[in-house]
C-alpha cells in the first residue's frame, strides 16, 4: 500500500471497502491484498485491537469517546499517527503516514520570512489550516531550522509524537499524550518548569491550556502551536471563543501583546501532479495588533493589513494563490475554488491575465468576425423624373451596414 505513489499520504480501513490510500489528495483502492475485496467487520476490529493493545487510556477513551489517537511503528518501515473510531457499529481507521526524515524549510520552500519567525525570543506563533494541510510538517521543519543553528532546550508536547528530532544544536524533550503527561494543559504547565526556551504544544483545544500557553509567552517562551482555523482572522476569532465574554478585552489585550505570528496554509492540487503549499501569513505590527486589541469593523481589517504589509513578508491567501497562478503552478479554478475573498482573488487574476495576455480559462469571450456578403447585382444609380442621373445620389441598397456574427 505504501509503495503505490510517492504521495501517498493516509490509509483507510472502512468496512465494505476495500484497503484505500491517499496519494496527492485523491482516495485510491488497493486491490490484491489479503483483505481484498472488502474490509469485513471481524477485520478491522482485529487491526483495531492490535494497535491500540491494552493501553488503558486509548482503551477508555475508545469506549467514552468512540475513537482514539495513537502512533504505530512497523519496524523501519514506516510510522504512523492513527485514529481509530466507531461508525455504523464497526471500528474503522485512517492511518497518517509520518515521514521518518524531517523536512527543512529549503525542502518545502517555505518563504524566507520564516527564517525570521523562528528568531523570535518570546511570544505566540499559531501554524493554522485544515486537517490533512501540512501543519505539522511546516512546524517540524521550523524546529529543524532551530534545532541546526541555535544551543536551546526544546519542548514538545504531542499527541502522538511525529517527526522523531535528534539532537544538533539544541537539546530536544518530546513528550507523548497518554504516555509522558496526560493533558496537554498540565503538560504545558509542567514544561513552564523545565526550563524550556521553546516550546510546541501539538493543538491548543481548551480554554484552559490557551491560559498557560499565554502566560507562557508573556514570561519569556516562545510557544508555537497549531489551530484548525483557514486564516489569521479566524485564529483570533477561534482563541476569543475559548474565553467569556466578559474576558474578551482582557485577552484581546494579552493576545496582541503576545502573538508574533499567525501561519495559515492550504495545499493546492500542482499543475502536472503533486500539490504546493499556498500560505497566508500574518506578523506583528502597529496596524494589526490594534485591530486584534479593538476589534475588526469597516475601517480595521486584518486582511487589510496584511494585504498591505507585503513588502514585510506577509501576504494573503489571495497574493500567494496569485504568485502560484502567474508561475503557472495551478490553474485558475483552484486558485478561485482555494480563495477565502473571491470578489478580490477574481479582480487580482483579471489583472493578472491582462498583464500576462493569457486567455480566459473558461472560454466566455465573444469573437466578431467578418461576414462575407452574398454576391448580387450592381445597384442602378438613382435617377430624377426625367431619367437622368442625380449626381453624388447613393444608390439603393449601397452603404448597408456590413453582416457580422457571432462566434
Not at 520564516?114 to 521550523?142: D, P, Y
Amino acid at each position: 500500500m505504501l509503495t503505490i505513489g510517492e504521495g501517498v499520504s493516509d490509509l483507510f480501513f472502512i468496512v465494505g471497502r476495500p484497503p484505500q490510500v491517499e496519494n496527492h489528495g485523491k482516495l485510491t483502492p488497493v486491490e490484491g491484498t489479503q483483505f481484498s475485496p472488502v474490509f469485513t467487520t471481524q477485520q478491522t476490529e482485529g487491526l483495531a485491537h492490535t494497535i491500540v493493545g491494552s493501553q488503558a487510556r486509548l482503551l477508555d477513551d475508545l469506549r467514552n469517546t468512540g475513537s482514539c489517537d495513537c502512533s504505530y511503528s512497523l519496524g523501519d518501515i514506516a510510522r504512523f499517527r492513527v485514529n481509530v473510531f466507531k461508525q455504523k457499529g464497526s471500528f474503522a481507521m485512517v492511518l497518517r503516514k509520518l515521514n521518518t526524515r524531517i523536512p527543512t524549510m529549503e525542502d518545502l520552500n517555505l518563504p524566507p520570512v520564516f527564517k525570521r519567525i523562528i528568531c523570535e525570543k518570546t511570544g505566540l506563533i499559531f501554524v493554522t489550516g485544515a486537517t490533512g494541510s501540512g501543519k505539522t510538517t511546516t512546524l517540524a521543519a521550523m524546529l529543524n531550522g532551530l534545532n541546526e543553528e541555535h544551543a536551546m532546550h526544546i519542548v514538545t508536547l504531542e499527541d502522538p509524537v511525529e517527526f522523531m528530532h535528534p539532537h544538533k544544536a539544541a537539546t530536544f524533550c518530546q513528550r507523548e499524550m497518554g504516555k509522558d503527561f496526560s493533558t496537554f494543559a498540565m503538560g504545558l504547565r509542567a514544561a513552564l518548569r523545565q526550563a524550556p526556551k521553546v516550546i510546541l504544544v501539538g493543538e491548543i483545544r481548551d480554554r484552559e491550556t490557551m491560559e498557560i500557553a499565554l502566560t507562557a509567552a508573556e514570561t519569556g517562551h516562545v510557544v508555537f502551536s497549531t489551530l484548525h482555523t483557514i486564516s489569521a482572522g479566524q485564529s483570533i476569532n477561534r482563541v476569543l471563543g475559548m474565553f467569556s465574554k466578559e474576558e474578551e478585552s482582557q485577552v484581546r489585550e494579552r493576545l496582541a501583546e503576545t502573538l508574533r505570528w499567525v501561519v495559515s496554509q492550504r495545499l493546492a492540487p500542482k499543475i502536472g501532479g503533486g500539490r504546493l503549499m499556498i500560505p497566508e501569513i500574518m506578523g506583528s505590527n502597529m496596524r494589526s495588533r490594534e485591530a486584534i486589541q479593538l476589534g475588526e469593523n469597516d475601517v480595521r481589517s486584518l486582511h487589510d493589513v496584511i494585504s498591505q504589509s507585503r513588502p514585510e513578508g506577509w501576504c494573503t491567501f489571495e497574493q500567494s494563490l496569485c504568485e502560484a497562478y502567474e508561475e503557472q503552478k495551478i490553474t485558475e479554478e483552484t486558485a478561485m475554488l482555494l480563495a477565502v475573498n473571491k470578489t478580490r482573488m477574481r479582480q487580482g487574476l483579471d489583472r493578472l491575465k491582462k498583464t500576462l495576455g493569457r486567455q480566459d480559462e473558461a472560454n466566455h469571450s465573444f469573437k466578431l468576425q467578418d461576414f462575407e456578403e452574398p454576391p448580387h447585382k450592381a445597384a442602378s444609380p438613382a435617377k430624377n423624373a426625367g431619367g437622368a442621373a442625380i449626381p453624388g445620389a447613393v444608390p439603393p441598397g449601397a452603404g448597408a451596414p456590413m453582416n457580422l456574427k457571432l462566434r
